[in-house]
């Protein structure tokens, strides 16, 4: 069968998705609003071999086995029962995202999987279908459908919690300074930690309310070009998001001591007039929202509290491409 290729980007949740009423479906807590982002992409390729017993998936060259690998065939699989085959797939991703560090790159590819294998497999999904494909691999995949700013509604079953854009083309100075602590995978993969956090945060009803109080502010600091309610409203989200793992019983963390010396050095910028807010996904790096025009005396300060610094300058992103082939062109 052809080969279909599609690119997704990363997003970087603004208000958090973090537990699940539905563990199957995939059903959050919350609803969560994200800006998606250009640098980081995944591009996979996917078509259907009647020649295979088994599918073949591979990422950044390497055969996926165990947890991973069942991950990406629970996908395939709700697309074959969709598309009505019973033939295995061979998937080819490459992570342009360092993986498991807490810079979304589950969201990305689930999201290029669902994209890729749902047109190989003929199926012609409208955007809202393929954000529900995509959530049923990983969550914040659903809003990686859509460039820009997207939400992703809880909702109540399959068909409601689906995400859909909010401004998919940014036009205003807005731009995600990722600071990274570290590349490598986390001790405590995202799906553990938000269920440790739902189950045994004596803390984590409250926050599920908060979250979803935030919602309509949010939309309205976007609406308004609002950078610093925008920058208010996901620094305390998150900070708020991970108190609830603290507060677990066991406790676990994500933030390393590098961690909090990146939030401080942002809240001291913001003493000095620099409007620059942290928010933090399941991992060490930081992510400093700011305006474009800020990067120096932003890089200048981390620079001086931490001397080897690694920063990534992350702007608005666009939404899934997909495109016959094995290659994205351009």
Same mark, same amino acid.
């Given at each position: 069968?052809?080969?279909? !290729? =599609?690119? =997704?980007? !990363?997003?970087?949740?603004?208000?958090?998705?973090?537990?699940?009423?539905?563990?199957?479906?995939?059903?959050?807590?919350?609803?969560?609003?994200?800006?998606?982002?250009?640098?980081?992409?995944? *591009?996979?390729?996917?078509?259907?071999?009647?020649?295979?017993?088994?599918?073949?998936?591979?990422?950044?060259?390497?055969?996926?086995?165990?947890?991973?690998?069942?991950?990406?065939?629970?996908?395939?699989?709700?697309?074959? #029962?969709?598309?009505?085959?019973?033939?295995?797939?061979?998937? +080819?991703?490459?992570?342009?995202?360092?993986?498991?560090?807490?810079?979304?790159?589950?969201?990305?590819?689930?999201?290029?999987?669902?994209?890729?294998?749902?047109?190989?497999?003929?199926?012609?999904?409208?955007?809202?279908?393929?954000?529900?494909?995509?959530?049923? $691999?990983?969550?914040?995949?659903?809003?990686?459908?859509?460039?820009?700013?997207?939400?992703?509604?809880?909702?109540?079953?399959?068909?409601?919690?689906?995400?859909?854009?909010?401004? @998919?083309?940014?036009?205003?100075?807005?731009?995600?300074?990722?600071?990274?602590?570290?590349?490598?995978? #986390?001790?405590?993969?995202?799906?553990?930690?938000?269920?440790?956090?739902?189950?045994?945060?004596?803390?984590?009803? =409250?926050?599920?309310?908060?979250?979803?109080?935030?919602?309509?502010?949010?939309?309205?600091?976007? *609406?308004?070009?609002?950078?610093?309610?925008?920058? @208010?409203?996901? @620094?305390? +989200?998150?900070?708020?998001?991970?108190?609830?793992?603290?507060?677990?019983?066991?406790?676990?963390?994500?933030?390393?001591?590098?961690?909090?010396?990146?939030?401080?050095?942002?809240? !001291?910028?913001?003493?000095?007039?620099?409007?620059?807010?942290?928010?933090?996904?399941?991992?060490?790096?930081? #992510?400093?929202?700011?305006?474009?025009?800020?990067?120096?005396?932003?890089?200048?300060?981390?620079?001086?509290?931490?001397? *080897?610094?690694?920063?990534?300058?992350?702007?608005? $992103?666009?939404?899934?491409?997909?495109?016959? $082939?094995?290659?994205?062109? *351009?």
């Amino acid at each position: 069968m052809e080969h279909f !290729t =599609a690119r =997704a980007h !990363t997003n970087i949740a603004l208000l958090k998705y973090w537990g699940k009423v539905d563990t199957d479906l995939i059903i959050p807590t919350t609803t969560s609003i994200s800006l998606t982002l250009n640098e980081f992409f995944t *591009d996979t390729t996917v078509w259907f071999d009647a020649a295979l017993t088994q599918d073949e998936i591979t990422l950044d060259g390497q055969l996926l086995t165990g947890k991973a690998q069942a991950k990406v065939v629970h996908v395939l699989n709700l697309v074959r #029962k969709q598309a009505q085959i019973t033939t295995f797939a061979h998937v +080819n991703s490459v992570n342009h995202v360092p993986t498991a560090a807490g810079l979304a790159s589950s969201a990305s590819a689930f999201a290029a999987l669902a994209g890729a294998a749902s047109q190989a497999a003929g199926l012609k999904l409208d955007p809202s279908a393929l954000s529900r494909l995509a959530r049923r $691999g990983s969550g914040s995949a659903s809003r990686s459908i859509f460039g820009g700013f997207a939400q992703w509604d809880r909702g109540h079953d399959d068909q409601t919690s689906v995400a859909h854009p909010i401004a @998919e083309h940014v036009d205003w100075p807005i731009q995600l300074m990722t600071v990274i602590v570290s590349d490598q995978p #986390k001790k405590i993969d995202s799906r553990g930690g938000m269920q440790n956090a739902k189950q045994n945060s004596p803390f984590y009803a =409250a926050w599920v309310t908060m979250a979803n109080q935030q919602v309509p502010a949010m939309q309205q600091a976007i *609406d308004n070009h609002d950078l610093v309610t925008l920058g @208010e409203l996901a @620094e305390a +989200n998150a900070l708020q998001m991970h108190a609830q793992n603290i507060v677990a019983n066991p406790p676990f963390n994500y933030l390393t001591d590098t961690s909090w010396l990146i939030i401080n050095t942002a809240q !001291t910028l913001r003493q000095q007039g620099i409007p620059v807010y942290a928010t933090m996904d399941a991992g060490p790096n930081v #992510k400093l929202i700011s305006k474009p025009a800020d990067t120096a005396i932003i890089t200048a300060a981390l620079t001086s509290a931490i001397p *080897d610094v690694k920063i990534q300058v992350a702007t608005p $992103g666009p939404g899934i491409i997909i495109q016959t $082939g094995d290659f994205i062109h *351009d």
